[in-house]
């Protein structure tokens, strides 16, 4: 595994200087109230020419795909032109990468690059909402869940539209120095140190506009205002309106998962805010968010997270380090 405080973060040509500046404000800054060894960042292109940046300006880097490749936290930031596939040498140099060790980063459409090197196949990822039907239709060994603002599915992790990015960044930071340090990064950039909800808070309509659909989305809002019962397909479909068989074919349509699946994530999100800021036991945050034994609750939240409850919370809530173990 390699050190990944090496960061180094891909510009592309018609980018948006908004990513680059949250993988900088993020990675590149050594904060003096912070005092643990910071990232040192590298920011690289695919060729020595300048990349033009919207709004008129250009970026030029002596750092290219060699550099890219050796890093120890690799960032793809929105590609400019998600239908396209990925250059051959920008593929080499992330496989080439991942083959080494680094962690793999996307923010927004740059899951696309990821997903055109084959580094997201059998992979639980996140985009953009309005992108994820298409990274779906491109690349459908991707399991793509439109849902939360970033996945994070251990060495590789994507993030929704491009200020979830610096969600993700954060998350990173949390990852790999503790809630103190992230917390004091987030309060720097004035910003919550964790963000509840995900992406689906901002879609207009979290599936296409035909009664089928409409009834999908009311339901998955029923779901949500209702985690802490017990759910089954049978409930889902008759509130629907429709055949379990149906309900299913829709949602999965929609959603890109399965009904289970999909509530099962949206409760390990839930359970986060209760593990950080509450003193509640394990049991008592599993019954919360619907889970009908503390060992279901694990299980699943070890999946989600790669990590039990109990570890997660003397991460990001140390006072409660002695709260009933996980």
Not at 117 to 126: F, K, P, V, Y
């Amino acid at each position: 595994m390699r050190d990944t405080r090496s960061v180094a973060v891909l510009a592309y040509d018609g980018m948006s200087a908004f990513e680059t500046g949250i993988v900088t404000e993020v990675f590149g800054i050594a904060w003096p109230e912070i005092d643990v060894p910071w990232y040192r960042l590298t920011i690289c292109t695919e060729t020595r020419e300048p990349v033009r940046v919207i709004g008129g300006a250009t970026l030029q880097t002596p750092h290219g795909l060699d550099a890219l490749a050796a890093a120890g936290t690799v960032i793809v930031p929105s590609v400019a032109q998600p239908e396209r596939e990925p250059s051959a040498e920008v593929v080499a140099a992330l496989r080439r990468a991942r083959d080494d060790g680094a962690r793999l980063v996307s923010i927004c459409t740059g899951a696309f690059a990821l997903a055109g090197a084959g580094l997201l196949d059998g992979r639980r990822a996140t985009t953009h909402w309005r992108h994820s039907d298409l990274l779906r239709r491109r690349y459908p060994r991707v399991e793509v869940d439109p849902a939360p603002l970033y996945v994070d599915d251990g060495e590789v992790l994507t993030s929704a539209g491009c200020a979830a990015g610096l969600d993700l960044c954060i998350h990173l930071v949390r990852r790999d120095h503790g809630a103190a340090v992230a917390n004091a990064v987030a309060r720097r950039l004035v910003i919550p140190p964790h963000r509840e909800g995900g992406q689906a808070q901002y879609i207009e309509s979290p599936v296409a506009d035909d009664p089928d659909d409409n009834r999908i989305a009311h339901s998955m809002t029923w779901m949500l205002e209702n985690l802490d019962r017990p759910i089954t397909l049978d409930q889902l479909a008759e509130r629907a309106n429709m055949s379990a068989r149906s309900y299913l074919r829709q949602f999965q349509r929609c959603a890109g998962t399965s009904p289970i699946k999909w509530l099962i994530a949206r409760r390990v999100q839930a359970s986060l805010p209760l593990l950080e800021r509450t003193d509640l036991g394990v049991e008592q945050i599993a019954a919360a968010v619907g889970f009908d034994t503390p060992v279901t609750f694990r299980h699943h939240f070890s999946r989600a997270m790669r990590t039990s409850p109990s570890a997660y919370r003397r991460a990001f809530h140390p006072v409660a380090e002695a709260v009933t173990a996980g």
